[in-house]
């Protein structure tokens, strides 16, 4: 448990704390409950098929042909003032 723990805690420096000013104890929690969020439910993993932890695996594309990955429209909503990113498809 203490390197599952010693991972999170380097990944959470480095992709938040490093790059953030953080004014007081309020804005920390704020500031990691949004990094846990995002760490959690919609941060890319190398895993199988790079699954995010809470979500299941995604359907594999059979059919190479299709025009179905010809346009792909793609949107980014921005966490924590731009410093955290998300992608998703759009509908």
Do not use: K
């Not at 299941?56 to 924590?80: F, K, M, Q, V, Y």
């Amino acid at each position: 448990m203490n390197s599952i723990m010693e991972r999170w805690v380097q990944t959470c420096r480095r992709e938040l704390l490093d790059r953030a000013l953080i004014w007081n104890q309020r804005h920390l929690l704020h500031a990691l409950g949004e990094f846990e969020q995002f760490y959690n439910a919609h941060r890319p993993h190398q895993g199988i098929a790079s699954a995010r932890p809470l979500h299941p695996l995604p359907e594999p594309i059979t059919d190479h042909r299709s025009g179905r990955n010809a346009r792909l429209d793609i949107r980014r909503t921005d966490r924590l003032g731009g410093l955290l990113h998300e992608y998703q498809h759009a509908a």
